[in-house]
């Protein structure tokens, strides 16, 4: 059989990729078909701006904006959370992955928050863009 070095390893080094990035990702994966199972009701909403205030407001601003108090020392302003895309763009699931496990300068919370908290949370947020400024 003759090798062709052309075609087999750029094939192969890409199903390696998919499949590393596959295991890497999946709970992200997974997330985007999560849905809040917390009906956006005023109470709940109300829990989560407080959630909000204790935890968030000090990087992300009290209204979500990304001008909170400690947001200027960092060196990556944190995202305005009223312009996050609505559902099918930006899904629940994946808002909550990334509270749950923190992106970069953004800290993880899943050890401080309950499941519950978090859609709590996921409602305030979704409540900011609903709202003009
Ligand atoms: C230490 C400051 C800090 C705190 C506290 C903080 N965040 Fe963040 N957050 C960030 C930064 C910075 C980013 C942008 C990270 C990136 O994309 O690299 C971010 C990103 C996010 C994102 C992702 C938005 C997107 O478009 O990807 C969400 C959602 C979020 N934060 C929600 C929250 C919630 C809810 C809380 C409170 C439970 C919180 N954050 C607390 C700094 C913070």
Same mark, same amino acid.
């Given at each position: 059989?003759?090798?062709?070095?052309?075609?087999?390893?750029?094939? +192969? @080094?890409? /199903? !390696?990729?998919?499949?590393?990035?596959?295991?890497?990702?999946?709970?992200?994966?997974?997330?985007? $078909?999560?849905?809040?199972?917390?009906?956006?009701?005023?109470?709940?909403?109300?829990?989560?701006?407080?959630?909000?205030?204790?935890?968030?407001?000090?990087?992300?601003?009290?209204?979500?904006?990304?001008?909170? +108090? @400690?947001? /200027? !020392?960092?060196?990556?302003?944190?995202?305005?959370?009223?312009?996050?895309?609505?559902?099918?763009? $930006?899904?629940?699931?994946?808002?909550?992955?990334?509270?749950?496990?923190?992106?970069?300068?953004?800290?993880?919370?899943?050890?401080?928050?309950?499941?519950?908290?978090?859609?709590?949370?996921?409602?305030?947020?979704?409540?900011? /863009? !609903?709202?003009?400024?």
């Amino acid at each position: 059989m003759q090798f062709r070095p052309g075609i087999k390893w750029p094939l +192969a @080094a890409m /199903a !390696a990729v998919c499949i590393v990035s596959g295991i890497y990702y999946a709970d992200l994966l997974r997330s985007a $078909f999560l849905r809040n199972p917390i009906p956006p009701s005023a109470e709940s909403i109300a829990r989560g701006r407080q959630l909000f205030e204790k935890d968030c407001a000090v990087c992300h601003g009290a209204r979500g904006r990304g001008d909170g +108090a @400690a947001a /200027a !020392a960092l060196p990556q302003r944190p995202d305005d959370l009223s312009r996050i895309a609505p559902p099918p763009i $930006f899904p629940d699931g994946v808002v909550a992955y990334r509270i749950i496990n923190g992106v970069k300068m953004m800290p993880a919370f899943k050890s401080t928050l309950s499941e519950n908290e978090i859609w709590d949370l996921l409602n305030f947020i979704r409540s900011l /863009a !609903a709202k003009p400024p």
